[in-house]
């Protein structure tokens, strides 16, 4: 089993080096990959590229980049910059993002995200795979007048998309390398985000779709204390329908429910929960949320679990 961690901290923004040094610790811990959010302050594409070249060895990714506001040629021009840097080993997540955020910060009407998300897919992936494209669609145009290939970008970045919903699921299946679930418990994933993505793929020709399950979580002597704390993070969730759905789908009430705490094999217990529920790689998120201790105890059972 893939195991891996956000290294976003969720309660501040940390500086450059401090970061690189935190990758270096999940890499030295066993852990198979550090992934990135996408936030008004650092660039995802750009801080995965300096840390994954700064941690040799180390898978790194984004999760997730919001299509809304970007272009395929300039999301190409950052994943494979990033690829190049890593010697291949960057993963490229993309997300629809929420409508608050897309027009309240960019002004921008937050309309036909799944037709958005098919036209977006469609022209971003030759240009990953050939460094060309020629697509004319009803929301965006992306053409190279001259080859948009970065030397060294091999092999060609995968994409990932943080998908959930029926129709997202379907246009990622057919698409996309994989999804990028995020608060969809082994529930959710087992009866429907897994099958859906998986008949999608299969329909379309692909290989089985990457299943890289987000969850929550941190090995603690403190469950109910951390799960208070993580009711508080977790909160502004269950105010996006997307999240609401996907919650209830996984058999829970609240976003905290699905939070992982406890000790090491209660952990490790739920770790083979999501991979019998069809997840390829899990990546834990939140885990500094009981402190320093806790998410040092945290990654060193992800790379032991990595390692068995």
Known sequence: MKLGATLSSTSRQLPLDDTVALAREARDAGLHSAWFGQSFAYDSPSLAAIVGREAPGLQVGTAALPIFGRHPLLVSSQAQTAQAATAGRYHLGLALGTRHLTEGAFGLPY??????????????????ETGRADFHGELLT?????????????????????????QALRVSGELADGILPFLAGPRALAEHIVPAVTAAADAAGRPAPRIVALVPGAV???????????????????????????????????????????????????VGRYRDAGATEVVFTATDLSGEDDRRRTWKLLGELSRA
């Not at 190279?144 to 290939?149: D, I, M, V």
């Not at 951390?226 to 329908?241: G, I, N």
């Open 142 to 166: 992306a053409t190279t007048p001259y080859s948009a290939t970065v030397p060294g970008d091999l092999p060609p970045v995968p994409v990932l998309v943080a998908a959930m919903g029926p």
């Open 111 to 128: 309309q036909r995200p799944i037709g958005l998300l098919r036209e977006f897919l469609t022209a971003l992936r030759p240009l990953l």
């Open 220 to 270: 603690t002597a403190d469950a109910d204390g951390v799960r208070r704390r993580a009711a508080d993070v977790l909160a502004l969730y269950e105010r996006v329908p997307s999240y609401q759905r996907v919650i209830e789908l996984s058999g829970v009430d609240r976003a905290a429910d699905l939070a992982v705490l406890g000790d090491e094999e209660t952990v490790a217990a739920e």
